[in-house]
């Protein structure tokens, strides 16, 4: 059984020991992209391991937020592939402005994770088994994964994810209508009215998604630090397609052969609970997990975190068990 790491240790122990012990073991790679630019990636390879997870950060996050759930994933025997979505972290960016987060099609996200497969993972890999861990945004990504690619993942972990994200004030098809006419006007790469600029001032743990304060605070400080790590609002055009995944997602969820485990955040604000069912019970192999804890899971406060973790590791070794 893994063991997390306790809040009261929380910044010391990620410090001294994760940090340092991931940096030991870590590879990053920018992999140039068919359509520009690169792809931030980071792998942390055991050496004995026997199958390895490709994590998927989720809107607004990085690769370097997911450490970590890394930890107890590689801790757990498993080798560990991981990358920054186009317009996060340090992968290539069509907007200036470091805290506006843009993409021009969802599909997009997808053909950078075909690439990141194709290049980087299976090469890497070969036969060995691959799992999939993918939170939020990077649940929607995972989501289509699973129904144009049956065969690259043997179990998948779909964190709280975004099959239908909330979109207040807006109702969703208000919220992509906006989005479409504001990219058909040529503001798509614009901030969209929702947002603002980072401003450290205005996050505050009371109103994150997380439970636990430390981790909050944790990354917090990274990403005061660093500008890579500032994304706080989406473009016009994100939002048209992020409001945009809802009906393709249910419509072919009963298309998914791979088993997955699907983790529901019962205080989530961000992402429709109800979507999230609709989609578990429409696919052949779907088991729905909830948890007493706001959006970001893995940043629960130790006693959901305990649980949390020991699921999704127990859930990913089944197949292990059974032979």
């Known amino acids: 059984m893994v063991k997390i790491i306790r809040e009261t240790q929380y910044e010391k122990m990620m410090e001294k020991v994760v940090e340092p ?7 990053e790679i920018d992999m140039p992209l068919s359509s520009g630019g690169t792809l931030h990636c980071e792998i942390y ?4 391991a026997k199958k390895a997870v490709v994590m998927l950060h989720g809107y607004t996050e990085s690769a370097e937020k997911l450490r970590e759930m890394a930890w107890y ?6 080798s560990v592939f991981a990358m920054d979505h186009r317009g996060h972290g340090k992968s290539v960016r069509e907007v200036e402005d470091w805290s506006v987060t843009h993409v021009n099609r969802f599909a997009d996200y997808l053909r950078d994770l075909e690439e990141f497969m194709d290049k980087i993972v299976h090469p890497r890999m070969g036969d060995m088994p ?10 929607a990504l995972g989501a289509f994964a699973l129904i144009e690619h049956p065969l690259w993942f043997r179990r998948a972990v779909l964190n709280a994810p975004m099959i239908a994200p ?5 109702p969703r098809r208000a919220a992509k209508l906006m989005g479409s006419v504001f990219c058909l006007l040529g503001r798509g790469k614009e901030r969209a009215f929702v947002g603002k600029p980072f401003d450290p001032a205005r996050e505050k743990f009371e109103t994150s998604f997380d439970t636990s304060r430390a981790r909050f605070e944790y990354y917090q400080k990274k990403r005061c630090a660093r500008k890579e790590l500032q994304n706080c609002s989406p473009t016009y055009s994100w939002v048209r397609e992020a409001a945009g995944v809802t009906e393709p997602l249910l419509a072919r969820a009963h298309t998914i052969r791979t088993p997955f485990m699907l983790c ?6 961000i992402v429709g609970l109800k979507e999230q069912e609709a989609f578990v019970k429409r696919a052949h192999e779907g088991r729905l997990e909830r948890f007493d804890s706001k959006h970001e899971l893995y940043c629960a406060h130790d ?3 305990g ?8 859930y990913l070794n089944e197949e292990d068990k059974a032979k």
Do not use: C, I, W
Not at 45 to 48: E, Q, V
Not at 264 to 269: G, H, K, L, N, S
């Open 21 to 27: 012990g991931l940096a030991a073991m870590r590879e």
């Open 45 to 48: 390879n055991r050496f004995d």
């Open 73 to 78: 994933f590689v801790s757990s025997g498993f």
């Open 130 to 139: 691959l799992y999939l861990f993918a939170h939020s945004m990077g649940g």
């Open 166 to 170: 909330v979109t207040a004030p807006l």
């Open 264 to 269: 529901q955040a019962m205080q989530d604000t």
């Open 303 to 305: 006693a959901v975190l």
């Open 307 to 314: 649980e949390y973790v020991s699921k999704v590791m127990a």
